[in-house]
């Protein structure tokens, strides 16, 4: 079936347009529909962007559609490109995770997004990301849900409609950078995609992971309007995010051993963790998996 958002969402009003401006609770947000892109060409600019900006850079959130290619994460492992002729270029990426595939179809969000100063833990920023997917998705009427340890978002046991035959696929994945408290990289939902790429690689490194689009799961939808509703739901999220600080600033003032050492308990916080995942996962930096949907043995969590 054809489809609009059930509900409006904030999408802009020109999506055409280089660039959006929207204020959030905490900082500026800018909102870039940089349309179709070679992947090599967005990778660059993230980086560069990344490394140039300071305190007072706004962060950015860009929407791309990528000509097919396949990224392979800074851990990822050759072998689960399955089909070394495919003709479908293979770059070398620094986000976490294995294998996985952008093509055109498919609705690309990259977060550049100055954690310390929001004071965003990477978790946090996780689940507000798949939170996003989840909400986007419900506003196609269609479902969908996180998997503990897997970052993405996947069809859940018991969907209906054309969903039901797709248990278990996944329909967005999520990989992420960390440098110097800054995130890049990003969530991709699959809208309408040629799906047979997907074939050629074990998706996130899992052989025989099943991905889907929208169209399968019988929404046909048009691009623009699924990553606007997107867009919108990741600067609403961040927001609520934002609305949360002046609490934790007013328990951290009840704290007289954090006033005076001069510190707020949640930057601390995320300070630590963003140490603990760049001793876990690179001596320099820290990146996010894409994730791997859990491992038949019991008991068993895969790292994200």
Same mark, same amino acid.
């Given at each position: 079936m054809?489809?609009t ?8 009003s020109?999506?055409?347009?280089a660039?959006?401006a929207s204020?959030?609770?905490?900082s500026?947000m800018?909102?870039?529909?940089r349309?179709n ?11 560069e962007f990344?490394a ?5 850079t706004p962060?950015?959130?860009w929407?791309?559609e ?8 800074q851990a ?6 399955l089909?070394a002729n495919?003709?479908?270029?293979l ?11 952008h ?5 690309v969000a990259?977060l ?17 990301i798949e ?5 986007t998705?419900?506003a196609?009427?269609?479902?969908g849900e996180?998997?503990?340890?897997a970052?993405?978002?996947?069809v859940?046991?018991g969907?209906?409609g054309a969903s039901a ?5 996944k329909v ?13 990289h990003g969530?991709s939902?699959?809208?309408?995609m040629?799906?047979?790429p997907?074939?050629a690689i074990n998706?996130?490194g899992y052989?025989?992971?099943?991905t889907?689009?929208?169209a399968?799961?019988g929404v ?5 309007g699924?990553a606007?509703t997107l867009?919108?739901?990741?600067e609403s999220?961040? !927001?609520a995010h =934002?609305a949360t600080?002046?609490?934790?600033a007013? *328990? +951290? /003032?009840?704290d @007289?051993?954090a006033? #005076?050492?001069?510190?707020n308990? !949640?930057?601390? =916080?995320a300070e630590?963790e963003a140490?603990?995942? *760049? +001793? /876990?996962?690179? @001596?320099a930096?820290a #990146?996010?998996s894409?994730?791997?949907p ?6 068993v969590?895969?790292?994200?």
């Open positions: 054809c489809a958002p059930v509900s409006p969402s904030q999408i802009p020109d999506p055409g347009a660039a959006v204020q959030t609770a905490n500026p800018v909102v870039r529909w349309g892109e070679a992947y090599q060409t967005s990778f660059d600019a993230m980086r990344t140039a900006r300071d305190a007072n962060d950015e959130i929407l791309v990528h000509p097919p290619v396949f990224t392979l994460g990822g492992k050759p072998e689960h490109l089909v495919s003709g479908i270029p770059v070398q990426i620094d986000r976490g995770g294995q294998i996985t595939y093509g055109p179809g498919q609705v990259y550049l997004l100055d954690l310390r100063r929001r004071k965003l833990m990477v978790r946090e920023l996780v689940t507000l939170d996003a997917v989840i909400e998705l419900a196609y009427n269609l479902a996180r998997k503990a340890g970052p993405g978002i996947y859940p046991e969907a209906s035959a797709h248990a278990g696929a967005a994945a999520l990989g992420l950078k960390i440098r110097n408290g800054c995130s890049y969530v939902l699959n809208v309408s040629d799906l047979n997907f074939l998706p996130c052989a025989g992971l099943e889907v689009d929208m399968t799961l046909q939808a048009d691009w623009r699924v606007g867009a919108a739901r990741l999220n961040l !927001a =934002a600080l002046p609490k934790v007013e *328990a +951290a /003032a009840t @007289p051993s006033e #005076a050492a001069g510190m308990p !949640a930057a601390e =916080a630590k140490a603990a995942y *760049a +001793a /876990a996962m690179d @001596p930096e #990146a996010i894409g994730g791997q859990p491992q038949p043995q019991a008991d969590a895969p790292a994200a």
